[in-house]
């Protein structure tokens, strides 16, 4: 196997990760407004947008070739297969912790299922995040419990 | 106050630092006070006038005393109206802190005073022989409210010795019943002969400015006469023989104020006549030499008959008069020129003038220091016309300087089309308004209006003509 | 079901209902500075500190002289209220006395309903760590112990009255007709978005007030609601559909492996 190349451009994005993470501690002290240009005209920014794009546009991507390779592909599709899922996952998650960080009050976060408003189109999205991702975290335990012989 | 005549003031929720007119002549006289006492709730713009924006507290020699006074719902009395109601008011809840009533303080002063007087002094009978008791003791204590309605009931008066009136014994201590009630012999004491009627037993319920009847008056015109009581002697509306012709009838017959019903129960059924003469007996206007009511008064400064004067400064020529301004006016400018100098129409060729908002109150004291009304209205500003702004380069929301030939101000513009230019004489002569309820205190800070204004007194009350002046505005522009 | 009738030809601009509301409600007074609005409007818009604002309009008047008219804006709380059908934890809601209440215990803060309101009223404290939604609630409590709004109760020239919602749009009519040529022919929020619990009445057409005249008559969430309601039914038709599908394919595959068992 050749040895692959790190990428060495990463110490840009550990900065910028660790800047990303005092920003989030900031936001989480003194509100959304301290981090962001949000106003009562403006209650949804552009990263709303980035962060769907990011996370589940790129995660329905993942669905789909898994699925298909699922349905039709043969065994030499296997890599493709676990890149996909695990893109998919990292995607949901990516999400989620966006969806934490833009939430005013994420710890009320279960009102979705104690107290759902069943004609509310966050609602049914909320309800779709959950399934799937508890359904990409189900097809992605195989592949970690591999190692040990579990599967 | 100005020349040093005046050595002290006591300024009792007054603030005329704000409130007087030449409002810059009058900073520097309350300068020139060896002591000056301000009660108020807050400390108002006179009351710190000492320490205010421009001026070295090092070189005013003035002494100066804030007493805190309370608010009207923190202690007990009447309430005069201009419809000569006094009512009776309660305490809700107890002042903070160290303020006081006015009635504490002033019962503390003559105890100060007369403490003083006893050890000598130029004249001490008035202070040692006035006859105070508030149910206080001789001593200050802040704990102890003098009683206000012992000083209600003094204000009624009483009777100093037994006394024979109108064939009933009075005793001495009795509350006189009604003015014509009280004596020229000494007999009789009152505190303001108006509200004797106000207070006329011992008893709280003798209290009538406490009442609050709400049964209508026979005569059913809405006069509540059992609701408060009114000087004098709770008639309600003065002058009310005027209201029937000589036979004692209404001459409105659905709306009767009184109304002669014979000799047994004589004037029934409506307002205290005023007067208790049978109808024909005298004329109704029976403060007046003749009976009869007036169109113009001989006993006014000026008239008696109405004439059209400008006002002090003016930008145009008096067309109706060739007497320009008042004569009986009085004019600062010439006895005390200093600091009243006068503004020509060329200089100053905008008309000024002063109005107030609903959002604050007087000279501001009691709103600008509130927040919720600091949020609406939080600076002085003034209003002109879509025309002067124009030409002056003035937009809403700019700041621009006005003044006149007493001072400068500072304040925010706002362009309306509330606002026109007038047309007097062939000319275009321009109006602005400025809000003259600010001043350097509070949490709503902003210049004083009165800056502007000059000391000239109405050729009767005395009132300055706050209303009218010649003044200039201009844009501040700030470099760049 | 309560309602409240504002008429601006009433209107004083006095702003008592101003600092009534937050003297009930206890809001702090805004930084303000000259005036946020055109003529002495203060503070310039709703915020979560300020739940009822009034706006200052000039207007020419019939001697051709100008002066001021002026509108009220608060939360309509309409009887179909788009806020709550956005909500996903149902944090908004109506209640029988026609108040929308909101509930800080089950919101998430997702500001949804801030984006769905018509009339762009809910305001969201975005200094805070625990930030809430905060809009008129309607005085809840008040309305709840028998008594009428703040606001409606401080207006000196009742140009805010509280009461039945027939009873007052009863009053309006008849305000209307008595006075031909005062009022424009329209009580603002009857049937706007499905009807509106706060109506308002003006001397001139709404818009020059600030009101949203391109409004219909449905409620905002007419067309959304027949779609939401259908997904659980799409969803479970879908998953048997795939579900089929996907045994169907395990199971030919699996009779492939066993043919090719068999076959060894």
């Known amino acids: 196997m050749t040895k692959h190349s790190v990428f060495q451009g990463r110490f840009i994005f550990y900065f910028l990760s660790a800047f990303a993470l005092i920003l989030i501690c900031y936001r989480f002290i003194n509100g959304l407004g301290a981090v962001t240009n949000l106003t009562d005209q403006y209650p949804w920014g552009l990263w709303v947008s980035i962060d769907i794009l990011a996370g589940i546009a790129l995660a329905s991507g993942g669905f789909v070739i898994a699925g298909a390779i699922h349905f039709f592909g043969g065994h030499k599709f296997d890599q493709l297969y676990r890149v996909s899922l695990l893109t998919a996952l990292l995607g949901y998650i990516l999400f989620l912790i966006g969806l934490i960080v833009d939430l005013g009050r994420p710890w009320n976060i279960l009102h979705v299922i104690l107290s759902g408003n069943k004609i509310a189109p966050l609602y049914e999205i909320s309800w779709c995040v959950m399934f799937y991702t508890f359904v990409l975290i189900l097809e992605f335990l195989p592949i970690l419990f591999e190692k040990r012989k579990m599967v | ?480 | 079901m309560k309602s409240m009738l504002i008429d601006s030809t009433r209107c004083i601009g006095c702003r008592a209902c101003q600092v009534a509301c937050k003297e009930w409600n206890n809001l702090p007074a805004e930084k303000t500075e000259f005036f946020g609005g055109s003529g002495y409007q203060n503070p310039g818009r709703l915020s979560s500190k300020t739940w009822t604002v009034i706006s200052f309009h000039e207007a020419e008047t019939s001697t051709g002289d100008y002066d001021w008219i002026f509108a009220k804006q608060q939360c309509m709380h309409c009887l179909e209220p788009a806020c709550a059908a956005a909500c996903p934890v149902s944090a908004l809601e109506q209640l029988k006395t026609g108040a929308v209440v909101y509930d800080p215990g089950k919101c998430i803060g997702c500001r949804n309903c801030q984006l769905v309101c018509p009339f762009d009223i809910p305001c969201f404290e975005w200094n805070k760590a625990v930030p809430e939604i905060k809009k008129c609630n309607f005085c809840v409590d008040r309305i709840e112990a028998g008594m009428e709004p703040s606001c409606s109760c401080a207006c000196p020239t009742d140009a805010i009255v509280f009461g039945e919602r027939e009873n007052l749009l009863q009053k309006a009519e008849i305000r209307i007709a008595n006075n031909p040529g005062k009022y424009v022919n329209h009580i603002y929020g009857r049937s706007e978005v499905g009807g509106t619990s706060v109506m308002h009445l003006a001397g001139v057409s709404f818009d020059k007030l600030g009101f949203r005249t391109n409004l219909s008559d449905s409620p905002v969430w007419d067309n959304a609601k027949p779609a939401m309601e259908a997904i659980p039914y799409v969803m479970t038709g879908l998953g048997t559909i795939l579900g089929a599908l996907a045994w169907f394919i395990n199971r030919k595959t699996e009779i492939k492996a066993g043919k090719e068992v068999k076959n060894d």
């Not at chain 2, 002591?35 to 924006?53: C, G």
């Not at chain 2, 509306?237 to 000589?246: E, G, T």
């Not at chain 2, 409105?252 to 205290?272: A, F, L, N, Q």
């Not at chain 2, 007038?422 to 003259?436: A, E, S």
Request: with cysteine; hydrophobic share 35%.
């Open chain 2, 1 to 480: 106050m100005y020349a040093e005549k005046i050595k002290g003031l006591f300024c009792f929720g007054q603030n005329p630092a704000v409130g007087g007119p030449n409002a810059g002549k009058e900073r520097s006289a309350l300068e020139k006070l060896d002591w000056m006492v301000a009660v108020d709730l807050w400390e108002t713009e006179t009351a710190q006038f000492w320490k205010r924006p421009g001026v070295d507290p090092k070189k005013i020699k003035t002494e100066v005393f804030l007493l805190p006074a309370c608010s009207s719902v923190e202690k007990e009395g009447s309430i005069t109206n201009s419809g000569r109601w006094a009512q009776w008011r309660y305490k809700a809840v107890n002042p903070p802190g160290d303020a006081r009533s006015d009635l504490w303080i002033v019962d503390a002063l003559y105890k100060a005073i007369d403490k003083e007087y006893q050890a000598g002094g130029v004249f001490p009978d008035p202070i040692t022989k006035l006859s105070w008791d508030y149910g206080t003791g001789k001593e200050i204590d802040p704990d102890k409210e003098p009683d206000p309605h012992i000083v209600a009931r003094e204000v009624n008066g009483y009777f100093t010795k037994d006394k024979m009136v109108k064939g009933k014994l009075m005793k001495k201590g009795d509350q006189v019943p009604s003015f014509a009630w009280l004596q020229d012999d000494g007999s009789t004491c009152s505190g303001n002969w108006l509200y004797c009627n106000s207070y006329t037993g011992k008893n709280k319920k003798d209290n009538k400015m406490a009442r609050r009847g709400k049964k209508d008056a026979g005569n059913n015109i809405g006069l509540f006469p059992e609701w408060s009581w009114c000087w004098p002697v709770n008639r309600r509306i003065i002058y009310n023989r005027a209201s029937v012709d000589l036979q004692g009838n209404p001459w409105d017959k659905k709306r009767p104020v009184i109304k002669w019903t014979g000799d047994i129960t004589k004037w029934s059924g409506g307002d205290v006549p005023d007067g208790g003469w049978a109808p024909g007996d005298k004329h109704p206007f029976i403060m007046k030499s003749d009976g009869h009511g007036q169109l113009w008064a001989s006993s006014l400064a000026d008239g008696p008959l109405p004439e059209h004067y400008e006002p002090l400064e003016s930008p145009v020529n008096n067309l109706m008069s060739s007497q320009h301004i008042n004569p009986a006016i009085k004019l600062w400018y010439k006895d005390a020129p200093e600091g009243n100098v006068l503004g020509d129409k060329k200089n100053f060729p905008i008309i000024g003038t002063t109005y107030r908002v609903s959002e604050h109150w007087q000279a501001g004291a009691m709103t600008r220091n509130q927040p919720w009304l600091a949020e609406l209205v939080p600076n002085v500003f003034t209003e002109m016309s879509m025309e002067l702004a124009q030409i002056k380069g003035i937009k809403s929301g700019d700041k621009v300087t006005i003044k006149t030939a007493r001072g400068k101000i500072e304040a925010y513009a706002l362009v309306t089309r509330r606002f026109k230019p007038f047309i007097v004489q062939n000319r275009t002569v321009h109006q602005i308004g400025i809000i003259w309820q600010f001043g350097y205190a509070g949490i709503a800070k902003g210049d004083s209006a009165n800056i502007l204004t000059s000391h000239i007194g109405d050729a009767n009350t005395m009132i300055p003509e706050f209303k009218a002046f010649l003044c200039d505005i201009n844009k501040i522009r700030r470099a760049a």
